[in-house]
Structures are given as structure tokens and as C-alpha cells.
């Protein structure tokens, strides 16, 4: 039962006030994971769709965009500091490298005695070792700092549940939970509802102070978005429902297959999620995963832990269900705090199986385990080289554009629309406004009223028509695309 798991004693001080059993390990998995991020992710990356949106809202000097409905202010935030200090974005992936290698130190530090510092090592080998884990360590984007801000807030959760003598777990709990939703509130509710019916279903974590703690973290983290609900939306009802419009309706869609297409590193959204299936090979792991969670819960009910796998499998079940079941898109970054949160009990399992046999078989269990892991960091790194590149060709079309938009007149004060105008926008300094869709901010009234005063552009999609507005814009090619071949753009008169 939940109840009887027996907690570990408290580890050993040495002079020093540092816990016995060195966290070295952690440290080293860490530095590795930042250190990949800076050789093979960091250089050569410029902004995407969605980080150019986080960061303009915090960037001196620049317009910000459009902030929709279903964004949250966690990613403005953790970017400030540096965005108040450069516009650099090769400083802007250093410095995410840096915190994420720390977020990923202190999300497994914090379990430290709830599991043997080796079995969190090989979760964070695990976990950090995913090319998806990679890919978005240095980006401004919110999943994975949900990915290790969820795994802190189990892990101390189960401390503050298991032992009612460890105040600081509650303290960290409210900072885990309040960073989760932060981030994006809804996310943050997934994630808590196991926590919340384990504190009122078992009776040795029946107390009050643990539930307050679970809701004042809500409370704390999703403040600032419910603040924004009233003051931009009417409420927080409306505001839902604006973001489940964006969302494309908040209903049963089964996107498991959506999940795997994106398995392979060759689009960060798939939406609408209409390429084939290519690679099935890059999703093997993903078919292991709740086979190895699952040894790992067994492994650990055997051992009279059961809690340590089992609310962490739950919570990563619970913050996937959404992705999985109720929106009709896909994109690799959506899971991550599920793999996080799997991590653990399946380096449990990994672990366990040296111990369960017999001991002339050990060695060969370990190979056989070193191999396989071996073998899925290395494939993982193969994918990786291919989703940077392809994220690096699309995300550096928007700086091309720029480029061309600079030397066709158009420098700030200048205002974009069209489709690519919030990127676009970004990299050239420019304003960028909408007429139609989710993001729409502006009109086309407005846009003229602009362009007595300042440069407009409009950028067009191939086979595409400018609206009526623009029939009479001077139109220019852009040449030299990756992957937005055929794109034009349309220079209002000056």
C-alpha cells in the first residue's frame, strides 16, 4: 500500500553539511546534457514562430507580438534577464543551455532520498538523452521547463507525504508547482490531480497543509494568467474558450498517431498532422517506454516503495492525457514532461534487473544494459542532427526575409502581415499585425492609416493572392528559401 512505504533515513552530514553519497554523478549527467546542447543544437539555431512571440514580449526596443490566448508568461520570464541585456539569440541559446543543464541537476536532486543517486543518474541520462529533450533545452518554448519542474514537484511531493518532518519538501513543492503553472496552467492541473487524490485517498497523506501547499502553488504559478483572463478577456471561462478555439476545439481526438509521425525529427508541429508515417524505427523506444514504466512500478511494489514509481507514472499519464486524447495536432516538445516523469521508474527497472539476478549473470546484465542505452543515445543523436537541421532551415528563413526586407527599405518603424510576419517581424525589428485568424490584432484600415507613415509589408504564400488592400503594392520575390519556397512580398507605397 501507499501508506507502508518506509522512508530512507535521512542521509549522512559530513563536516562539510553536505548529505553523504556524492551527487557528483548528477552533476556530470548535467554538465553533459548542457554541453551537447552548446555543440550540436545552440549554434546556427535562430528564433522560431513561437519563441519570437516569448521574447519580444520582454525585449526592450522591440514591438512585441501578438501574446494569444492559450500562451502563458513563464517562458517572458525566464527570459528577461538576458533579453533586457542582448537581442543576441547565440547569447539566448547559451544561457538556456546553462539553466536547463541546472533545472535538469536540481528536478533530480530533489529525489535524492527517494531513490539511489545512480538510478537518477540514468534517468537523467535518459531523459536528457532524447533528441526532443535536446533540441528544446536551449529554446524559448514552456514544455520542458514543465518536463523538470514537474518532476521536482513529485519528487517532492513524495517526500512531504512520506515524511512529516521534511518542511522543505513543502516549501519546494509550492515553488515546483507555482514554476509548473507558470508556465501553462493547464499542464500544471493535469499534472496535480493524482497528487491531490493520493493526499485524499491514502490515509497516512491525509493533511491538510499538503493539499494547501498543492493549491497555493497552483495559485501562485497561475495568477498571472488569471489576471490576463480578466483584464483581456472577460474571465477566465472566456479565456478558455478563446484558447480552445485556437487549440481547434478541445474534444476527443485520438492523436496517438499524430505523436509517432512526429517521432522522426521531421516537423516540430504537425498540424494538420497529414505526412505519412516514415520512420517507425525512431519510435521503437516510444512502444518500450510504458512496458519499462510499468517493470519499474512492479519492481518497485516488490520492494515496498511502490509510491516512488507509481505517482510519478500516474502524474506523467495524467499531463499526457490531453496531448494524447483531446486536441487534434501533434508536436514532439508536448510529452516531455511525461518522459521526465517515466525517467524514473524506468532506470528503476534498468537497475533492478542487475540486482534480480543471479550473481554470476550481473556483468552480463550490465553490458547488456549499458548497451542498450548506448545504443539509444546514439540513435537519438542521429535524429537530433536531422530535427536541428530542419528546424534550422525553416527558423532561418525568417532571418533571410529580414535580410531582404532590409535591403528593400523596410527598417523599423515598419509593420508586417501576412503569414510569417510575427517571426519575420521579430528578425527585422518590425510590428507585426494580423486582419483575420487567431492572432488577429489589427485591420485593414489600420494597415493603410500604417503605411502613410511607415513601411508595410505583406508577405504572401505561394499561389496566394495579396488581399484587396495590396492589389496595387510593389511585389518582390524572395529567393534563396528553404523550406518557404515561393513566398513573396508586397511593399506598400512610399
Known amino acids: 500500500m501507499l501508506s507502508a512505504v518506509p522512508i530512507p533515513p535521512r542521509p549522512r552530514l559530513t563536516r562539510a553539511g553536505v548529505a553523504a553519497g556524492s551527487t557528483l554523478p548528477l552533476v556530470a549527467v548535467a554538465l553533459a546534457f548542457t554541453l551537447s546542447q552548446l555543440l550540436f543544437v545552440a549554434p546556427g539555431l535562430h528564433l522560431g514562430w513561437d519563441e519570437s512571440v516569448y521574447v519580444s514580449q520582454v525585449a526592450p526596443h522591440l514591438p512585441s507580438a501578438y501574446f494569444s490566448a492559450p500562451r502563458a508568461r513563464g517562458v517572458p520570464v525566464l527570459v528577461a534577464p538576458l533579453a533586457i541585456l542582448t537581442s543576441s539569440t547565440l547569447a539566448l541559446r547559451i544561457y538556456l543551455a546553462v539553466l536547463s543543464g541546472g533545472a535538469l541537476f536540481l528536478a533530480l536532486w530533489v529525489w535524492r532520498r527517494l531513490r539511489p543517486v545512480p538510478v537518477l543518474a540514468l534517468a537523467g541520462v535518459l531523459f536528457a538523452g ?181 505517482i510519478p507514472v500516474l502524474c506523467g499519464l495524467s499531463v499526457a492525457l490531453p496531448y494524447l486524447l483531446l486536441i487534434d495536432y501533434a508536436a514532439p516538445r508536448f510529452l516531455l514532461p511525461a518522459y521526465a516523469l517515466a525517467a524514473v521508474p524506468v532506470a528503476d527497472c534498468a537497475l533492478t534487473l542487475t540486482t534480480s539476478v543471479r550473481p554470476s549473470l550481473r556483468p552480463a546484465t550490465l553490458a547488456l544494459i549499458a548497451t542498450l542505452v548506448t545504443a539509444q543515445t546514439v540513435s537519438q543523436y542521429v535524429l537530433l542532427t536531422h530535427a536541428v537541421q530542419v528546424s534550422a532551415a525553416g527558423n532561418g528563413d525568417y532571418t533571410r526575409i529580414a535580410a531582404d526586407l532590409r535591403t528593400l527599405g523596410v527598417r523599423p518603424p515598419c509593420l508586417l502581415t501576412g503569414r510569417l510576419a510575427t517571426p519575420v517581424g521579430y528578425e527585422a525589428r518590425c510590428a507585426s499585425g494580423q486582419t483575420a485568424g487567431h492572432n488577429r490584432n489589427t485591420t485593414r484600415t489600420a494597415i493603410l492609416q500604417t503605411a502613410r507613415g511607415e513601411p508595410v509589408a505583406l508577405l504572401v504564400r505561394p499561389r496566394h493572392r495579396p488581399p484587396a488592400y495590396a492589389r496595387t503594392w510593389t511585389p518582390h520575390p524572395l529567393p534563396g528559401l528553404r523550406s518557404h519556397h515561393g513566398y513573396r512580398v508586397y511593399l506598400s507605397p512610399r
Open 130 to 310: 532524447l533528441w526532443v529533450t535536446q533540441l528544446y533545452g536551449p529554446q524559448a518554448m514552456p514544455n520542458l521547463w514543465v518536463a523538470f519542474a514537474g518532476l521536482a514537484a513529485v519528487g517532492c511531493f513524495l517526500r512531504a507525504a512520506q515524511d512529516r518532518a521534511d518542511r522543505s519538501a513543502l516549501l519546494q513543492l509550492t515553488c515546483a508547482l507555482a514554476s509548473v503553472a507558470l508556465f501553462r496552467p493547464s499542464d500544471a492541473v493535469w499534472l496535480t490531480l493524482p497528487m491531490a487524490a493520493a493526499t485524499l485517498l491514502v490515509p497516512h497523506w491525509r493533511r491538510p497543509a499538503l493539499l494547501a501547499v498543492i493549491v497555493a502553488g497552483l495559485a501562485l504559478g497561475g495568477a498571472p494568467w488569471v489576471i490576463e483572463a480578466y483584464a483581456s478577456y472577460g474571465g477566465i471561462a472566456a479565456r478558455l474558450n478563446r484558447s480552445s478555439a485556437i487549440e481547434g476545439g478541445i474534444g476527443w481526438h485520438l492523436a496517438v498517431g499524430d505523436i509517432l509521425r512526429t517521432m522522426d525529427g521531421g516537423t516540430m508541429l504537425c498540424r494538420p498532422c497529414t505526412r505519412a508515417w516514415q520512420h517507425p524505427g525512431a519510435a521503437v523506444w516510444w512502444f518500450v517506454l510504458p512496458l519499462a514504466a510499468a517493470g519499474g512500478v512492479l519492481a518497485a511494489a516488490r520492494a515496498r516503495r511502490l509510491a516512488t514509481a507509481l
